[in-house]
């Protein structure tokens, strides 16, 4: 526990141990306040998703955890952490120790971007159903916390969620191509084309079609089962939709 950074101490792939040790120590003793902080320093010395994991990995691991502790303990660094690492390992420890009534807690964290992928997987580890909480706060964000939040919906069966997402779920302030394939897969692009089409749904579709023909950093056009038919139910309803110009461009594209 006493390893620092920069000197003959913990690497970057031993912090996260450290750090749950440190954690450990204070929920197994009386804690008192400078342990406490202790605890908050190895945490704020985290990088990166893989890093909670490990940290996860090894809290979840240890006999005798008071959970009740930890969460109280989660709950500080997320309303009292100074450091963006130490509330973003608050939302990790939350997620497997709090209660469903620190959803509201989690969410409004989770509207930072740098945030929203921790309380998503903190909404995951700790909802028996979280698909309705993940929806809640993928419609409330923007850029990579859309993202994230879109793919976690991924494969979903319900209606209502299926429907935002081929109406302007995937829009995010990134690129459209990081999230159209699995919009198109998830929310039935095809069978959508192929029945009643609203102006609405043409105006994405256009939008979604045009994400997948530029292709980008995940599955596009090549990969999509369901390329073919779809574009030809989408021409099909564009042969007699009124004009637009961003009609026109998703056609040119």
Not at 27 to 52: C, D, I, N, W
Not at 173 to 182: P, Q, T
Request: charged share 20%; with cysteine.
């Amino acid at each position: 526990v006493s390893a620092v950074r920069g000197g003959t101490g913990a690497s970057q792939e031993q912090e996260p141990l450290v750090a749950a040790a440190a954690t450990l120590d204070v929920l197994r003793s009386q804690p008192t306040s400078s342990a406490v902080h202790l605890v908050a320093k190895r945490l704020a010395m985290l990088e990166g998703p893989t890093a909670f994991d490990r940290l996860l990995s090894a809290i979840n691991a240890a006999r005798g955890v008071d959970r009740q502790r930890l969460a109280t303990l989660a709950r500080w660094l997320c309303t009292h952490g100074v450091d963006r690492q130490q509330v973003k390992a608050g939302l990790a420890l939350l997620g497997v120790s709090g209660t469903p009534e620190d959803r509201q807690l989690i969410t409004k964290l989770g509207l930072l971007e740098e945030l929203t992928l921790y309380a998503l997987v903190a909404l995951s580890n700790l909802l028996p159903d979280s698909e309705a909480a993940i929806f809640d706060l993928a419609q409330q964000v923007h850029g990579w916390g859309r993202i994230h939040a879109v793919r976690r919906l991924a494969g979903t069966t319900d209606p209502a969620i299926r429907r935002w997402l081929l109406r302007g779920g995937f829009a995010n302030g990134v690129m459209d191509e990081e999230i159209a394939f699995v919009v198109a897969t998830t929310g039935g692009l095809r069978e959508a084309l192929e029945g009643d089409v609203d102006d609405e749904l043409l105006d994405w579709s256009g939008r979604l079609l045009v994400a997948l023909a530029m292709g980008g950093p995940a599955e596009d056009m090549s990969d999509y089962p369901d390329a073919d038919a779809a574009l030809s139910a989408y021409l099909s309803h564009m042969s007699t939709a009124t004009a637009s110009l961003p009609r026109l461009h998703h056609l040119v594209t």
